[in-house]
């Protein structure tokens, strides 16, 4: 396999593992990445995971900051095969056209569901209790193209964001070392997506952030659990932004009480009225401060002072 040159076009961490894989396994003679970007407040100008990880293998990288008008540069290549995973740019006609074996994407989702840039955390934010991973040949709409394998997994009630965005990109790395070799040997049968069953999930906006106590408390899970480790879901206590990791469901429920307010407490956490149930804050970080349990939080306020308190 390694007479196939291969290029490589993909950007975060969850890529990581997959470029990873292919590198190791066959000519990936070019790699394609986002620009570098000014990171954290002291605005540090920080290269992508995909081409800290490329370094490794001196790999040629090419960061355009506009694929569609700088794509001759990866044509130069001469590539039989483009993969691409989570690379964040729409890819020209003049790309999809050229590779022999076409353009591939490993995509994290069961297409036709959750087309777009952001579908693992929409797996567990619109409460969905399966996701996988997809590869399709690319077309010019975004996840449109046909499907040629599929492999899922169940999203149980304790995932988060991290768990399982490390679970799919293994997952997306095995299958795709299962398929090229039949995409090379033309042993597939590509399936077309059906449109009517198709939805997305788009990139995350900072309104997507924000925790609606008016939902039941199973949407406020699913909102936590989507956003943590980042960037976390939040709410305003006081005035302060309060980020929010983790919660846990209660079935207490109080009628003519405005979601959002806060009832009481336990040991380890802070009770929170929701739209129907109530549910049981765990691990926070206000504003201004790092990331704590409740229960070490508590521990050093008069939470007197917090019954009643709407988080907004």
Do not use: W
């Not at 693992?120 to 209790?129: S, V």
């Not at 304790?158 to 040997?185: A, V, Y």
């Not at 407490?265 to 009770?271: A, L, M, S, V």
Request: hydrophobic letters at 35%; a neutral charge.
């Amino acid at each position: 396999m390694k007479d196939i040159k291969i290029v490589f076009m993909g950007t975060p961490d969850f890529a990581v593992p997959i470029f990873k894989a292919l590198a190791d396994n066959y000519n990936v003679v070019a790699v394609v990445t986002q620009p570098d970007k000014k990171v954290g407040r002291k605005q540090i100008l920080t290269p992508t995971p995909i081409k800290e990880a490329s370094a490794l293998y001196n790999i040629p990288v090419l960061q355009p900051v506009k694929i569609r008008n700088e794509y001759e540069e990866v044509l130069k290549y001469e590539p039989d095969m483009i993969v691409t995973c989570a690379y964040g740019q729409i890819l020209p006609k003049e790309l999809l056209d050229y590779p022999k074996y076409k353009c591939i994407n490993v995509h994290a989702s069961l297409l036709p569901k959750l087309r777009g840039g952001a579908p693992i955390h929409h797996a567990i934010m619109d409460g969905y209790d399966k996701t996988g991973i997809t590869i399709m040949y690319m077309d010019v709409k975004m996840d449109a193209g046909d499907i040629i394998s599929q492999t899922e997994t169940a999203i149980t009630k304790d995932d988060t964001l991290g768990s399982l965005h490390d679970r799919l990109s293994e997952m997306g790395k095995d299958l795709l070392l299962e398929t090229l070799p039949n995409i090379i040997s033309g042993n597939i049968n590509p399936i077309k997506q059906d449109e009517t069953e198709v939805t997305y999930g788009y990139n995350i906006t900072k309104e997507d952030e924000k925790i609606d106590f008016t939902k039941t408390n199973i949407q406020v899970d699913n909102k936590v659990r989507a956003l943590n480790p980042t960037p976390g879901a939040y709410t305003t206590l006081n005035g302060k932004r309060m980020k929010v990791y983790d919660v846990r469901l209660s079935d207490r429920y109080y009628a003519n009480t405005l979601p959002g307010t806060i009832v009481g407490f336990e040991k380890d956490g802070i009770r929170v009225v929701t739209g129907d149930k109530e549910i049981i804050l765990t691990d926070i970080a206000i504003e201004g401060k790092k990331r704590c349990l409740v229960k070490d939080y508590l521990n050093g306020i008069d939470k007197k002072e917090l019954l009643g308190v709407v988080l907004k």
